[in-house]
């Protein structure tokens, strides 16, 4: 059975969104539990992975994490009706960012493509933001989307600028993976808990057969 068959559906695609945000989140908050030294204003969550009561914990969920997210990239792509331009570049985008955050979790903080592959997951996350907003700027969850962007954007530029009070890159990190895990669950085109905002799109079709 091919990758695309597997995710054929919405409920299908939907459970693959929720698996991704859940293990992923999930691997990270046990991860903290399990280290008594990690600390919210020194460390980079990157940190959680590559120490020894919390690394397996945390490297495994960004891994199976990032696996179910591609199947709900692949699934996004096939729940709309017409296989436009937007679809593919914000499923591609999306499936990419997932595939980057596999990468955090398979390399590690001491590994050279570690850099790599967290950088790619909040630039991709925030293309893929960009993308759907623009798609979906008729609605009410587009406009919260795009509005998503500025504000991820702010957050890196004015931790970068020096005028956080922190030295690590935990904090700074938290929103980009929280505005994903909402879009996921609420806000995208075809949320885990269905159209929970824009009615008008679950009975037009733009929630899990969205034609842009």
């Known amino acids: 059975m091919s990758a695309a068959d ?10 693959f969104g929720a698996a991704a945000t859940l293990l992923a989140l999930g691997g990270i908050a046990v991860a903290i539990l ?6 919210w204003t020194a460390d980079a969550l990157s940190d959680l992975g590559v120490r020894g009561r919390s690394a397996a914990v945390f490297n495994r969920g960004l891994i199976l994490g990032g696996a179910a997210g ?4 692949v699934g996004l792509w096939r729940s709309v009706t ?12 999306l499936a990419l960012a997932m595939v980057a955050m596999a990468g955090v979790g398979v390399f590690d903080l001491t ?6 592959a967290a950088a790619g997951f909040y630039v991709l996350v925030t293309v893929a933001f960009a993308v759907d907003g623009l ?18 954007v702010a957050v890196w530029a004015t931790f970068v600028a020096g005028w956080w009070p922190v030295s690590g890159l ?11 895990a909402g879009w ?16 008008v799109e679950t009975r037009s079709g733009d929630a899990g057969t969205d034609e842009h």
């Open 184 to 199: 996921v669950w609420a806000l995208g085109p075809l949320p885990v808990l269905g159209a929970v905002f824009d009615s």
């Open 82 to 93: 017409r296989h436009g331009a937007i679809a593919a570049v914000r499923a591609g985008a």
């Open 34 to 39: 399990l280290d008594p030294t990690f600390s």
């Open 135 to 152: 798609a979906r700027r008729g609605t009410a969850t587009g406009r919260v989307v795009l509005a998503f962007i500025p504000v991820h």
């Open 6 to 15: 597997a995710v054929d559906g919405p409920a299908a695609a939907r459970a």
């Open 70 to 73: 591609v199947g709900y990239a």
């Open 170 to 180: 935990a904090l700074p990190e938290l929103p980009g993976a929280l505005m994903l």
């Open 111 to 116: 590994e050279p493509l570690h850099a790599p």
